[in-house]
Nanobody, 116 residues
Framework: HVQLVASGGGLVQPGGSLRLSCAASGSIFGINDMGWHRQAPGKQRELVAE???????NYADSVKGRFQISRDNAKNTVYLQMNSLKPEDTAVYYC??????????WGQGTQVTVSP
C-alpha cells in the first residue's frame, strides 16, 4: 500500500509564494515520475508539473517561469515552489507518483487559494 501526504497549501495574496510538499510512504519498489496536478471548481483536473527520476521536468504553459518542481529521491518527496501566484492558480493541488509497475498513486489534495 502506497500513501502520499501533501502539505503546504493555504491562502495567499496575488504575487505571493507557496511551497507544496508531498511525501510518499509504504510499499514503494520503484518510482518513475512524480508530479502535481490541480483542479479548480467546475474544471477538469490538469497537469501542473512533472519530474522524472532523472530530474527532467515538464510544466504547463500557464505556470512556466513561475513554478518549479523538484524531488528528493532519498525521501520519496516531491516539491512545488509556486511564485508570482495569480487568482487563476486557485485550485486543489494533487500530487502523484508513477511506479515502475505503471501504477499511479494520488495524494489527498491540498487547497491553494490566491485572493486579495
Amino acid at each position: 500500500h502506497v500513501q502520499l501526504v501533501a502539505s503546504g497549501g493555504g491562502l495567499v495574496q496575488p504575487g505571493g509564494s507557496l511551497r507544496l510538499s508531498c511525501a510518499a510512504s509504504g510499499s514503494i519498489f520503484g518510482i518513475n515520475d512524480m508530479g502535481w496536478h490541480r483542479q479548480a471548481p467546475g474544471k477538469q483536473r490538469e497537469l501542473v508539473a512533472e519530474i522524472t527520476g532523472g530530474g527532467r521536468t515538464n510544466y504547463a504553459d500557464s505556470v512556466k517561469g513561475r513554478f518549479q518542481i523538484s524531488r528528493d529521491n532519498a525521501k520519496n518527496t516531491v516539491y512545488l515552489q509556486m511564485n508570482s501566484l495569480k487568482p487563476e492558480d486557485t485550485a486543489v493541488y494533487y500530487c502523484n507518483l508513477d511506479s515502475v509497475s505503471r501504477n499511479r498513486y494520488w495524494g489527498q489534495g491540498t487547497q491553494v487559494t490566491v485572493s486579495p
